[in-house]
């Protein structure tokens, strides 16, 4: 714990860092503070709620041995290494001081299993726990280091797909876990399945979030040409999946250009156990599953995701998703609740852009022009995602 103390610490200094020094510091200040109200910061805190929800013992398994033995290398390791190809020289130092600290971490859930697996009547409750962590980490780690690693290289070298076969297959998987097996801790269950997703998930789900950036703290820039040929040379079938998305959202990057949401039919349901979009691991062979449960419907990104809400329903049925809290909300009114306008009070903080002009600059009248709702997709009888 003291060490992550010095983490936020460090975290906090590099976030200031950025705030001084970035072409356009707006949203620095919001990352915490908007997390309860962004549709992805709810979905890292239902991911990272794991870490001290249920027994002790539950609670290493995601933290200390998914988390930080399987994880912390493609974050602090491989996000140090695309940040100095970026010319960033000040993430390296501190991301690497992290890394110091979580090789003890690793350590610590290793001893943690080395004592429980050394009872044999412990084998039939931790290997239930170990598969469910590894899968709620990897439904938002996968997704969120997927897409920061490939999205934000502007130097492009190795894909996340590339680091995951690296340091979670091989290193995690085939140097610490498979040496486990003797002992009685087998590979996660759905590991063969989310190998499947990871070339695919961070791209669906990083579509999502770019059609809906008025909601986010954040700005996204199009992709260029040079950009698309590395994303297909690297993910072949890249540009049939998403390329028709990146070309239309090119289109839309003025002011009145139209309505960005558009550029997807309609947004999916959330998982009610991870609290992604259900488009896992692409919209064309999503996996979404939709079932009636205590009066309302639930939608699933997964089989997996499905099977955990059915060993325990009142463990997840508390925490409402993105979608059930702001059903019916304009996104003029929910832009202004969260606190998404720049000091002027009318320009947005989001934008599709990075372009400096102000007349590229979207504003709360713009959005207002678009009479935009939000909806809950499990609301609505004619969503193609549920019918």
């Known amino acids: 714990m003291i060490d992550e103390v010095r983490h936020t610490h460090q975290q906090m200094y590099l976030n200031r860092y950025f705030a001084k020094h970035a072409p356009d510091p707006e949203g620095f ?36 041995v998914v988390t930080e033995t399987a994880y912390t290398n493609a974050l602090f390791v491989s996000t140090t ?27 610590n859930g290793y ?47 190795a894909s996340y797909l590339e680091r995951w076969r690296e340091w979670v297959a091989e290193d995690w998987v085939g140097s610490f876990v498979a040496k486990l ?13 989310a190998e499947q997703r990871v070339p695919w998930m961070g791209h669906s789900v990083f579509m999502i979030a770019v059609a809906a950036w008025p909601l986010m703290f954040w700005r996204q820039s199009s992709l260029s040409d040079a950009d698309m040929e590395w ?43 991870c609290q992604m979009p259900c488009v896992l691991p692409r919209l064309d062979i999503n996996d979404i599953r939709i079932k009636e449960h205590a009066g309302r419907r639930q939608a699933f990104c997964s089989a997996p995701c499905e099977r955990i809400f059915d060993e325990d329903p009142a463990r997840y049925l508390g925490f409402k998703t993105f979608w059930e809290i702001w059903d019916g909300c304009g996104l003029d009114e929910f832009i202004i609740k969260q606190g998404l306008l720049r000091a002027d009070g009318k320009t947005l903080i989001g934008q ?28 609505n009888p004619d969503s193609t995602f549920v019918l």
Request: net charge negative.
């Open 29 to 64: 200040t919001l990352g915490l503070k908007a997390k309860g109200g962004n549709i992805f910061g709810r979905t890292s805190r239902s991911a990272f709620e794991t870490f001290f929800m249920g027994d002790p013992i539950e609670g290493v398994m995601n933290l200390q």
């Open 81 to 107: 290494e695309m940040a100095a190809a970026q010319g960033d020289m000040v993430t390296p130092g501190v991301f690497l001081s992290i890394q110091s600290d979580e090789a003890r971490h690793m350590a």
């Open 111 to 157: 001893s943690t299993l080395a004592a429980v697996l050394s009872d044999p009547d412990n084998h039939q409750y931790l290997q239930p726990d170990f598969d469910r962590g590894f899968w709620r980490q990897h439904n938002f780690l996968d997704v969120f280091l997927g897409a920061a690693r490939d999205y934000g290289q502007v130097n492009r070298g």
């Open 181 to 193: 097996e003797p002992f009685g801790l087998s590979a996660p269950r759905d590991l063969a399945l």
């Open 231 to 273: 994303f297909e040379q690297k993910y072949p079938g890249w540009y049939d999946h998403y390329g028709w998305f990146w070309e239309g959202f090119r289109e839309m990057q003025e002011p009145g250009s139209g309505n960005p949401f558009n550029l997807l039919t309609e947004l999916p349901p959330i998982c009610r156990v």
């Open 352 to 379: 599709p852009h990075g372009s400096d002009d102000p007349k590229m600059m979207w504003t709360i009248d713009d959005i207002r022009a678009l009479e935009y709702e939000i909806k809950d997709p499990l609301q």
